[in-house]
């Protein structure tokens, strides 16, 4: 443990907290981008926010998926949830490949208000559509604040139950889905389980909760020990609950479909692989969810990486508790598809 001063909460002097000390490899990219993160997101720069990520945020084409004919890769348009527009999925699997393929069927992070679905392929189909020969679908759901709960859980969904529907046409083994996502992607997929129980919908093999943003109260310990230090802070996070929720946000009876760590009944979910930093605000609303699984009777493999800051492994790819973590996925992966 290490003690660090940091601006308290209500913005006045600062006062000093005990808080888990970052990796060392991982200080010295933080340091290198300064000795706070960016510019917190409020309601009043949202949308500027949005344009400059869209701007600058990746968005790889189709051929540039494709990557000289190592992926088969399309842009699926299909039906969305009812009085929603089509949702669009980004297909992609290995080449050459023949008979059904499991399927990781992925949302991408950006605490939903940010991201898009092609900018995490690339890494995924490296890592793990090869050397697991993965098909992959990636969801484009709708943003927050345009679209808010529960347009983009039901995008996610009304993907889910179309790919299952059309396991044939897409080549992939409908027994054999895992959903998976990393941040607000790894909450949607949290919900997605949830939902798909409740609606009798498409059973997944498994759930891969990558530091999933679960709760919107905010009123954990490391929500407030780590606000301002790492790469995403308190008021970041209310804003993209707020932006997602509107007047439900904090509600005292906001369904668990909406924020995964307000549900009370956790039995009967796919097993569960969840990851968090201890240096991250969302350690201890993970922690909790996995160990409410178990309390459920429920599987879970939960790992928490130590020093590790929200986000780390793409911060620091190369740094050694990255590599750790991406190997622990794939170990993982590998067992539940086996």
Not at 139 to 159: F, I, K, S
Not at 173 to 184: F, H, L
Request: aromatic share 6%; glycine share 10%; net charge negative.
């Amino acid at each position: 443990m290490s003690a660090r001063r940091a601006p308290s909460e209500s913005g006045g002097v600062p006062t000093a907290r005990v808080v888990p000390p970052f990796d060392p490899e991982l200080s010295v990219v933080l340091a290198a981008m300064g000795k706070e993160p960016g510019e917190s997101v409020t309601p009043r720069n949202l949308a500027a926010r949005q344009e400059r990520d869209a701007a600058a945020r990746p968005r790889p084409t189709i051929e540039d998926l494709r990557a000289d004919g190592r992926f088969e890769v399309a842009e699926l348009c299909v039906p969305g949830p009812p009085d929603g527009p089509d949702v669009t999925l980004v297909s992609a699997r290995p080449a050459g490949l023949t008979g059904p393929l499991p399927l990781l069927y992925y949302m991408h992070g950006g605490a939903m208000i940010m991201g898009n679905a092609w900018s995490v392929l690339p890494r995924i189909l490296r890592e793990w559509a090869l050397p697991l020969e993965l098909a992959v679908i990636s969801v484009e759901y709708r943003l927050a604040p345009r679209t808010q709960y529960p347009g983009p859980l039901e995008d996610c969904y009304a993907g889910l139950v179309w790919a299952a529907g059309h396991a044939a046409e897409l080549d992939i083994d409908a027994d054999r889905v895992i959903i998976g996502g990393k941040s607000a992607g790894g909450g949607l997929a949290a919900a997605l389980a949830l939902l798909a129980r409740d609606r009798g919908g498409p059973v997944p093999l498994g759930q891969l909760l990558l530091c999933p943003m679960l709760d919107d109260r905010d009123s954990t310990f490391s929500s407030h020990q780590m606000s301002g230090l790492g790469t995403w802070d308190l008021t970041s996070n209310a804003t993209a609950w707020q932006a997602l929720l509107g007047e439900r946000y904090g509600a005292a009876d906001l369904p668990p479909y909406a924020a995964p760590a307000r549900a009370t009944d956790l039995s009967g979910l796919p097993p569960a692989y969840i990851e968090v930093g201890s240096a991250e605000m969302f350690r201890d609303e993970d922690v909790a969810y996995a160990n409410a699984i178990w309390q459920a009777g429920g599987r879970a493999e939960l790992h928490v990486w130590p020093g590790a800051c929200h986000g780390f492994d793409s911060l620091a790819p190369r740094a050694a508790l990255s590599q750790d973590a991406r190997d622990a996925r794939t170990r993982w992966l590998r067992r539940v598809l086996a």
